[in-house]
């Protein structure tokens, strides 16, 4: 629910099941929630809405996943888009994948990246991070 990522900083993730580049940058967005998720980052994955189910997600997903991490799939949460108006995609303006929204505290978007490999967001993070601590130590 929205309300557990109020005060968190929130890494989205925008994928398909058919981009390598996707999932190519899948480590990155792993070892980013590894190192600050005890610090307040939040790192979540949404397919985008061609595919109807979780089911169906989660079987297309599923060996993809394990080959890009030498079969130890990450632990970063994957939801659905339900497509449409009304859909995640188009609340954030996602035309494409992969697209990459930084989220701060507030909710505001801070920054858009076109994958979880630029450096730029790592460096985004931590200063979202530090900015948390001073505020609330």
Known sequence: ????????????????????????????????????????????????????????????????????????????PMALDSGGETSVFSAYGVHAVPAVILIDQRGHVVRRYHHAGKPELEADVQTLLRFRSKRNP
């Open 1 to 76: 629910a929205t309300k557990d990522l109020q005060g968190k900083v929130v890494v989205l993730d925008f994928f398909a099941d058919y981009c390598s580049l996707c999932h190519a940058h899948k480590p990155d967005l792993e070892k980013l929630r590894q190192q600050y998720e005890q610090d307040g980052l939040v790192v979540l994955a949404i397919h985008e809405s061609t595919i109807k189910s979780i089911e169906e997600m989660n079987a297309k997903m599923e060996p993809i996943l394990r080959h890009v991490f030498h079969g130890d799939p990450p632990r970063i």
